[in-house]
């Protein structure tokens, strides 16, 4: 019996895209004999006729399935949907807008196939990808990778594979507001990478808009790092040592050696950055208590484990 592959595919507004993407896929799958195949739409609240377009190609394939949003709820959530659903010994999660080679389906399956539990799509270079774009990632990059405990490689995507006990480890994360990728690697698991050049779009607009991309940054952040949480404590520590350092050298001037170098209102100045920097240690103290009441809320599991040898009493 051949081993079932689920392909999720979030949609969002992709009516002129899906029926290429259904051609594209059917056509690389229908080399593929070794597996059966599920591919699961979720139509993430699109406005458009991308629904009336999955219902057609689900007339005329037993491979289709469709979850259907009441409304836009984002990529992450419909991405979590597909997996949550997914039938599959392994999934593969890809876009509908051809940016994805469908053609590297059989090279992910083929690493999988050595052992590996996590396969990520690396994409090198990004045809049609504005200045702005490449600037802000690579500084996100660089900025998340020096905050956060979990090291996210650049370019990585969402075009990857997950083996079934990845899917379901991932059910057990409860975050609302995530980034799968990230979430993916702070999971670990044996994993291999694979490169490709992304395409243009064939048709549309990207869903994820300049502030969406932000947004998405900005929780990322959150969801693996503490760091920001920590900052005003940081920055109090190093202002109460400057003004305190600052401070000491007025008062050997001053009040030692009488020089009459500061004047009040620079006494007075530096008397009240420094108690800014005491605040600010003190709202240091009160993140580390937030930071573990975030890391309660967010209920991951303590640690996850691939297989367990321990043999039953």
Known sequence: MNKLI????????????????????????????????????????????????????????????????????????????????????????????????????????????????VVVGVREKNKGEGLTKRIGSFFFYKIINSISETEVIAGATDFRLLDRTVVDEFKNLKERNRMTRALVDWMGFRREYIAFYANERSHGKASYSFWKLVRLAFNSMVSLSLFPLKLAGYLGIVITLLSGVLGLYIFLTEYVFHTNYFTAPAILAVIIVFLMGIVLICLGFIALYIASIHSEVAGRPMYIIRKSKVKSP
């Open 6 to 117: 689920s392909i999720i595919i979030p949609v969002h507004n992709e009516e002129e895209n899906v029926p290429l993407f259904f051609a594209a896929v059917t056509k690389v799958l229908g080399e593929i004999n070794d597996y059966d195949f599920e591919l699961i739409f979720v139509n993430d609240g699109s406005t458009d006729n991308t629904l009336n377009e999955l219902n057609k190609i689900e007339q005329i394939s037993t491979r289709i399935q469709i979850i259907d949003f009441s409304r836009n709820f984002g990529k992450e959530a419909a991405t979590s949907a597909g997996l949550n659903e997914c039938r599959g010994e392994a999934a593969i999660m890809i876009d509908a807008d051809l940016q994805h080679p469908v053609e590297k389906i059989p090279e992910f399956l083929a690493k999988w196939e050595t052992g590996v539990e």
